[in-house]
C-alpha cells in the first residue's frame, strides 16, 4: 500500500471516529435490511496459469455496493457487487518454443455478484464479526479478440455517428471468500465496518488458485 491510498483510508477513519454526533449511541441492532458501500484497497498478486504463463495484478483501489438483511443482531444474510479496475502485466509462454517468452500489460476490469453471510460477535454497538461468500466474477481482459469493426447509426438527436468496437477477451469462474473485520453502529441508521477478506478465484486455465487480499472501509445505512 502506497503513502497515497494510506493517507486515504486514515484520513477516512479519522474523521468517521471524531464525529460527537455519532460518539453517543450505545444501542443495539434489531431485525432490518441495510445497504452500504465499502472502499477497498486491493493488494498487489501474481496469478499462474497452465504451460507457464503468469500474471501480476497491481494494487489498486475499488468499491462494492452491499444489501443485507439482519435476522437479528448478530446473523446477517447479504449481497455485495464487486467492482475492479487494475492494471496487471503479463508474461505469455510460448506452447511451440520453450524458452521464449513475451511481456504485455493493460487493464481488466472486474465484476463479482456474490452473496454473503456475516456473524457478529457481540450484541452491542462495537462488535467484532466473521464473513463468508459465494459468487460468480466476470473479467474483461481488454485483450483484443479479433479485428475492430465500424458500423454507424442515425441517431434521433445527433444524426449519423460511427464508432469502431472490436471484441476483448473475457474469462468467468467461481469465486469464494472469508474475511473478519470490526462493526461500528456509530448512529440509530448508521454504521462503519472495516475489515479484511481474502478473495480465491476457480478460473479453468489456472495453475492453482488465484487470490486476492482486500482491505475494506465501508459505511453502512440501517432501517
Given amino acids: 500500500m502506497d503513502a497515497k491510498h494510506r493517507s486515504i483510508i486514515a484520513f477516512a477513519a479519522c474523521m468517521a471516529l471524531s464525529s460527537p454526533a455519532w460518539a453517543q449511541y450505545s444501542g443495539t441492532r434489531g431485525p432490518g435490511w441495510e445497504f452500504g458501500l465499502d472502499g477497498v484497497y486491493q493488494d498487489s498478486s501474481k496469478w499462474d496459469f497452465n504451460g ?6 497491481d494494487s489498486d483501489l475499488s468499491a462494492t455496493l452491499t444489501f443485507a438483511y439482519r435476522f437479528s443482531s448478530r446473523l446477517e444474510l447479504g449481497f455485495a457487487l464487486d467492482w475492479q479496475n487494475a492494471s496487471y502485466k503479463a508474461t505469455i509462454q510460448s506452447a511451440d518454443f520453450p524458452g521464449l517468452t513475451a511481456n504485455v500489460k493493460g487493464d481488466y476490469e472486474s465484476y463479482t455478484p456474490r452473496a454473503n ?5 457481540l450484541d452491542g454497538s462495537i462488535t467484532p464479526f466473521v464473513t463468508g461468500g459465494i459468487g460468480w466474477s466476470f473479467i474483461d481482459t481488454n485483450i483484443p479478440n479479433g479485428r475492430p469493426t465500424t458500423g454507424c447509426w442515425w441517431d434521433p438527436w445527433y444524426g449519423e455517428i460511427c464508432a469502431t468496437v472490436q471484441d476483448t477477451h473475457s474469462v468467468d469462474g467461481f469465486t469464494y471468500n472469508l474475511g473478519a473485520g470490526v462493526r461500528w453502529d456509530a448512529s440509530r441508521g448508521f454504521s462503519l465496518r472495516f475489515a479484511y ?22 459505511v453502512v445505512f440501517r432501517y
Fill in 117 to 121: 453471510v456475516n456473524y457478529n460477535f
Fill in 197 to 218: 477478506e481474502k478473495h480465491w478465484y476457480d478460473f479453468d486455465k489456472a495453475s492453482g488458485t488465484p487470490d486476492l487480499d482486500e482491505f475494506k472501509l465501508g
Fill in 52 to 57: 507457464g504463463s503468469s500474471v501480476s495484478v
